[in-house]
């Protein structure tokens, strides 16, 4: 945990420090630790940034979260997402986009995909951000099953067979300013083939505190429709978390 984590201060400060880039947007940390009868530690790290040129825009999006309880690993999954836009009008524009996620504690140890399609941009001003896009692409994903002792501690993963499909990706992106300083936003994601569909859905309201610094709690939701055997079809996560915003 603590190279990744490294890892995730480093690359926030590159794309701080390189300025001739234009990178724009946000990185977010957030730590929660209970201490008494239980003993539960869990972090949770993120890095959203996008690069606006003329007629492309390129963005770039990591996700992490870890979570231990009683020095036992409960949870552990990053993702990294890269999409390119290419604007055909002010409002409508192609894209290409790559997505790769591992999670040891999930219903699938890795998901990974490339899909292309076309998005609208129905509101873009000051206050209200709202966008959709649709398309297709190839995903590949590995089920495994957990077999886990008494403490529920993981002690053997059983690895089932890699599926490459088809898929038929959608997506939403909303952001709207309730005042000077507080927003709410929101990012769905669906990617449907033959045999499963994953939907993942992150809202958060975000309160700045300074030109660089803001408060964000959010509430995620992660859906299989066809999990393998033994597995959950819902995950949800609540985070709290310190942003700081990259200009």
Known sequence: MQVRSTAFFLALAAVSADTHADWLGSGELGYVAARGNTHSDSVNGKLDVANQLERWKHALLINELYGSSNSVTTANRWETRWQSDYKITEPLYW????????DHFGAYSYQESATTGFGYK??????TKLSIQAGVGIKKSE????????????????????????DVVGGLKFEHALTP??????????????????????????V?????????????????TSPPPDSKRLD????????????
């Open 95 to 102: 894209f290409g986009g790559l997505r790769y996620e591992h």
């Open 122 to 127: 129905i509101f873009d001003t000051d206050t």
């Open 143 to 166: 089920p495994q099953t957990l077999v886990k002792d008494d403490s529920g501690k993981v002690v053997r993963r059983i690895a089932g067979d890699p599926e490459t499909r088809g």
């Open 181 to 206: 300083n507080t927003k709410v936003l929101n990012n769905l994601l669906i990617e449907a083939t033959g045999s499963n569909t994953f939907l993942q859905n992150d809202l958060a309201l975000q």
């Open 208 to 224: 700045s505190m300074s030109d660089k610094l803001a408060l964000a709690v959010g509430y995620g939701i992660r859906e299989n």
């Open 236 to 247: 949800s996560t609540t985070t709290l978390s310190l942003v700081y915003k990259i200009k």
